[in-house]
């Protein structure tokens, strides 16, 4: 009587071990996705650096564009009025570049034409995984002024600005 008693309570205690491990398969399925998910992901994220070391001509284009766009957004500042620019620069230019142009950066004071600035140099400063921070030297009859700029390679704006006054006059020629 108590063998036939071990035997079922062994197999009814088989069958719960059967079970519980039947119930964990689909909790298992899930895991493993997520995991080949993240494999794939890390797979295309090292594929992405490898392209980019492998190949910088790619990078050199998104550069030489933003370069591009830079010079016509330092252009548009020098060229148009500070009460233009939340119209002009909108495609150009971030909210926050607008408002710091027009309310921080504009003239408080404007004696009847404006300076004629020209820009002197524009040289790239760091290179960031999709921005780039550039130095832009514009001069004037009167003074240099220094634009540091970031521009997003991704959103294709100028998304940070400050203008630093140079003491002195800027040669180009050192």
Do not use: C, W
């Amino acid at each position: 009587m108590k063998v036939p008693r071990l035997v079922i309570v062994l197999g009814l205690l088989l069958v719960i071990l059967i079970g519980v491990q039947i119930n964990q398969l689909s909790t298992l399925d899930h895991q493993q996705k997520q995991a080949k998910q993240a494999l794939v992901q890390a797979k295309q994220s090292h594929g992405k650096i490898k392209q980019i070391v492998a190949s910088p001509s790619d990078k050199q284009a998104d550069v030489k564009q933003a370069t591009q766009k830079v010079t016509n957004f330092i252009n548009t500042i020098n060229q148009k009025s500070s009460n233009d620019y939340g119209s002009v620069l909108k495609n150009q230019a971030t909210t926050k570049v607008i408002n710091t142009l027009s309310q921080v950066l504009a003239p408080s004071v404007t004696f009847g034409t404006q300076q004629n600035f020209h820009i002197v140099t524009i040289t790239l400063n760091r290179v960031f995984t999709s921005e780039l921070e550039y130095a832009v030297v514009v001069k004037s009859e009167t003074q240099s002024v220094v634009y540091t700029l970031t521009f997003d390679t991704d959103e294709q704006l100028v998304t940070d600005l400050v203008r630093l006054p140079l003491k002195g006059a800027y040669d180009n020629e050192k």
